[in-house]
């Protein structure tokens, strides 16, 4: 039996308006090598100033993370030679980073809890981008000088679940910070995963595979059971010494596999010095109070929905597991309807409907007016099954609650003479079913309600139908 061993480099793509060391805009999807200048192309002469932001946003992560916050570090080169590097060279923090020592919490489905521990989180310059287009290369270094906070775990982790979790948690809180919008398809969310295994019980780490670059929760949990199974058939061959080398590999989506990129370089390959060009980081006092103050975090947004709102840890973790849900949420109970049908109606009916680039950001149907739908059934004017079709007609066109209501005729009836008359029509109707009720066969009730929905065409209040059929069969 084999125990796996899995630490995580996460690069994530700070928000900030301008670039780490120059003014240059950092906007996605700009024409290819427009947001440049003689800093971040590493033009002779040019020299780096350090934006303020990144600090203030890496400060508030290690916050986040309970990590200590080193107010005085410093920065590093990291030599490496790649087309999208104009200046040959990384300016990051090896020796002394501005988050060390941090911990973070993974819930699994049957309540229990993990602890993972968090290294460190360093600032760093991104690189460019290269694009290859057939037999061309070519370089786009919008990208180059954009900030990243890498935040690195300790191997702690024991499975792709686990990893999967730990990310969740991670772009979770990234998103709540909002230090970064955290986006996978675009880059701004990176991951780095390093794979070893052992037999149980042993101690001893053994070589790791670093797996590049996996854009989507899914490929990043497949690319780790691939590695695995890969790494287990070698020791199990008896090759494991001389097939799993310290190497950076590839996850090929289309052959399911993953390839071997290039050998790992250690840190004496980097050359690593004291970036010459920067002074050290020195954050007062008064900017770590001012830096450390966030807003309410995944956990504690939790305990409270719990506390407040009588939900379980289950329905508080899905509304809390991202931040826009969360705030829609919240958005909905400020109307004053219950919890239970908030849930309900955001996590079971809305979600269901969101079907492409639709999603809870950019609903058709704000919170406003769920809550208002939601709050139009408790008040009796249109039933659960009703609302489902006002829902659908919002979702496709806009306009408010009522109009919808109205346009497509599903106010409810509680009209009590309206539907005794209707109540009269069905059990005068129906003179044998009565017989068989009376002597005893119970459920035939749910007949007679049915055959009352139906005649009223589901407009009936079915608490009104039901008091009244209650009284007329006795």
């Given at each position: 039996m084999f125990e796996v061993v899995i630490g995580l480099e996460v690069h994530v793509q700070l928000n900030t308006k301008t670039k780490l060391f120059c003014s240059c805009p950092t906007s996605f999807n700009h024409k290819q090598n427009r947001n440049t200048c003689p800093t971040c192309l590493a033009l002779p002469?040019?020299?780096?100033?350090?934006?303020?932001?990144?600090?203030?946003?890496?400060?508030?992560?290690?916050?986040?993370?309970?990590?200590?916050?080193?107010?005085?570090?410093?920065?590093?080169?990291?030599?490496?030679?790649?087309?999208?590097?104009?200046?040959?060279?990384q300016i990051t923090q090896l020796y002394t980073p501005v988050v060390e020592h941090g911990k973070l919490r993974i819930d699994f489905e049957d309540g229990s809890h993990k602890i993972i521990r968090i290294n460190r989180a360093h600032i760093e310059a991104d690189a460019g981008k290269n694009i290859h287009d057939g037999p061309v290369s070519k370089v786009d270094l919008n990208r180059a000088g954009t900030p990243l906070l890498e935040i690195v775990s300790e191997p702690d982790l024991r499975s792709a679940e686990e990893v999967t979790l730990y990310l969740k948690k991670l772009h979770s809180i990234i998103r709540y910070l909002d230090i970064g919008d955290a986006n996978m398809q675009e880059g701004s969310f990176r991951v780095d995963v390093n794979v070893s295994i052992r037999p149980k019980g042993d101690e001893k780490l053994y070589t790791r595979v670093e797996i590049k670059n996996i854009n989507s929760f899914r490929f990043i949990q497949r690319?780790?059971?691939?590695?695995?199974?890969?790494?287990?058939?070698?020791?199990?061959?008896?090759?494991?010494?001389?097939?799993?080398?310290?190497?950076?590999?590839?996850?090929d989506q289309v052959k399911q596999e993953t390839r071997s990129m290039r050998g790992k370089e250690e840190a004496a390959d980097y050359r690593y010095f004291p970036e010459p060009d920067l002074l050290k980081v020195v954050i007062t006092d008064d900017m770590m109070s001012e830096f450390s103050k966030i807003p309410e975090l995944p956990d504690e947004k939790m305990a409270r929905f719990v506390k407040d709102y009588g939900i379980n840890e289950y329905n508080a973790s899905v509304l809390t597991s991202a931040v826009e849900m969360a705030h829609y949420f919240e958005s909905m109970m400020q109307e004053g309807i219950s919890a239970k049908n908030a849930l309900t109606w955001l996590t079971v009916e809305l979600l269901g409907r969101f079907k492409g680039e639709v999603n809870i950001s950019n609903s058709p149907v704000d919170a406003k007016k769920l809550a208002l739908l939601v709050k139009r059934i408790e008040d009796g004017t249109i039933s659960g099954k009703a609302a489902k079709e006002v829902l659908d007609f919002l979702m496709e066109k806009s306009g408010d609650v009522d109009s919808a209501i109205e346009t497509l005729g599903l106010k409810q009836v509680s009209d009590m003479g309206a539907i005794e008359a209707i109540c009269d029509a069905v059990i005068n109707a129906n003179g044998d079913k009565v017989t068989e009720y009376k002597s005893g066969k119970d459920k035939l009730f749910g007949f007679f309600v049915g055959q009352v929905m139906k005649e009223s065409k589901g407009s009936a209040n079915p608490a009104t139908v039901n008091d009244i059929l209650k009284a007329k069969l006795g």
């Open positions: 002469g040019a020299l780096p100033v350090l934006n303020k932001e990144v600090l203030h946003k890496s400060v508030m992560f290690g916050t986040a993370v309970g990590a200590k916050i080193n107010q005085t570090s410093y920065f590093d080169r990291k030599s490496y030679f790649y087309p999208d590097s104009p200046s040959a060279y690319a780790i059971e691939l590695e695995v199974a890969r790494q287990i058939e070698a020791w199990e061959d008896g090759v494991y010494a001389r097939d799993i080398c310290q190497e950076t590999r590839l996850f």
